[in-house]
C-alpha cells in the first residue's frame, strides 16, 4: 500500500510565502515524477508544478516566477514553496506521484487526500 500525505497548509496572507511537503510511504520499488496540482472551488484540478526524477521541470503559467518545486528522493518527499500569494493561489492542493511498487510493473499515479490552502487579502 502506497501512501502520499501533505502538509504546510492553512490560512496565509496575500504577499507571504507557503511552504507544502508530501512524503511518500509503503511498498515503493521507486518514485518517477512528483508533482502539485490544486482544485480551487468550482474549478478543475489543475497543475502547478511537476518535477520529474531528472529532467525539466514545469510550471503552471500561473505560478511561474512565484513557486519552485523541489525533491528529498532519500525521504520520498517533494517540496512546493510558493511566494507572492494570491487570493487566486485559494485552492485544494494534492500531491501526485508516479512509483512502481514493483521492478515489473510500469507505475501508477497515486495522490495525497489534499492540503487547504486559503490566501486571504
Known amino acids: 500500500q502506497v501512501q502520499l500525505v501533505e502538509s504546510g497548509g492553512g490560512l496565509m496572507q496575500a504577499g507571504g510565502s507557503l511552504r507544502l511537503s508530501c512524503a511518500a510511504s509503503?511498498?515503493?520499488?521507486?518514485?518517477?515524477?512528483m508533482g502539485w496540482y490544486r482544485q480551487a472551488p468550482g474549478k478543475q484540478r489543475e497543475l502547478v508544478a511537476i518535477?520529474?526524477?531528472?529532467?525539466?521541470?514545469n510550471y503552471a503559467d500561473s505560478v511561474k516566477g512565484r513557486a519552485t518545486i523541489s525533491r528529498d528522493n532519500a525521504k520520498r518527499t517533494v517540496f512546493l514553496q510558493m511566494n507572492s500569494l494570491k487570493p487566486e493561489d485559494t485552492a485544494v492542493y494534492y500531491c501526485n506521484a508516479r512509483i512502481r511498487t514493483d521492478y515489473l510493473d510500469y507505475g501508477m499515479d497515486y495522490w495525497g487526500k489534499g492540503t487547504l490552502v486559503t490566501v486571504s487579502s
Open positions: 518535477i520529474p526524477n531528472g529532467g525539466i521541470i
Open positions: 509503503g511498498r515503493i520499488f521507486s518514485i518517477n515524477a
